[in-house]
């Protein structure tokens, strides 16, 4: 079983896009080829019902502490085998500290990582492209390109399309 963790932007502003993105990817691969599901246990940090308290900033949450926050999301990258990181932020103009900080250790730790970004300014950085193992502008396109089937099946010799 291969664990993929989904990284990107959260804010309360525009949650049902920080959910939305993920719940496709998770999906497409759930209803796997007639329904089978795709074995990927997901890692995704808007998974449980605390995310229906994140702030409107999408930066604290009530019941959690900023530090209970960096420890879990540090976890989720250590010990996932692929990184998908969408760099999009929906409009909003905070930026996204915490996902840049998932790429990072990703990188130190030498996971796999695919970045989703439209944003020239990242896809032409030296650090973001140096981070990246694949770049797409859109979570359709990672899914049209199988890029998460590469690495699944390179990562378990698995025979899976």
Known sequence: MMKVYLSGYIS???L???????????EHYDHWKGGAKYPIE???PLNGAEYEKISSDGLTNESITNNAIVYRDYYSV???????????TFGEQRPLVGTLCELAWGWEQKKPIIIITDDYTFANHPFIVSFS????????ELLDRKLI?????GMNSASLI
């Open 42 to 44: 997901w890692i995704d």
């Open 78 to 88: 250590k010990i996932s085998d692929l990184i998908i990181a969408n760099l999009t």
């Open 149 to 153: 089937n590469y690495f699944f099946k």
């Open 16 to 26: 049902d896009k920080c959910v939305g993105w993920r719940k496709q990817i998770i």
């Open 133 to 140: 193992s694949f770049f797409v502008k859109s979570v359709e």
């Open 12 to 14: 309360g502003k525009v």
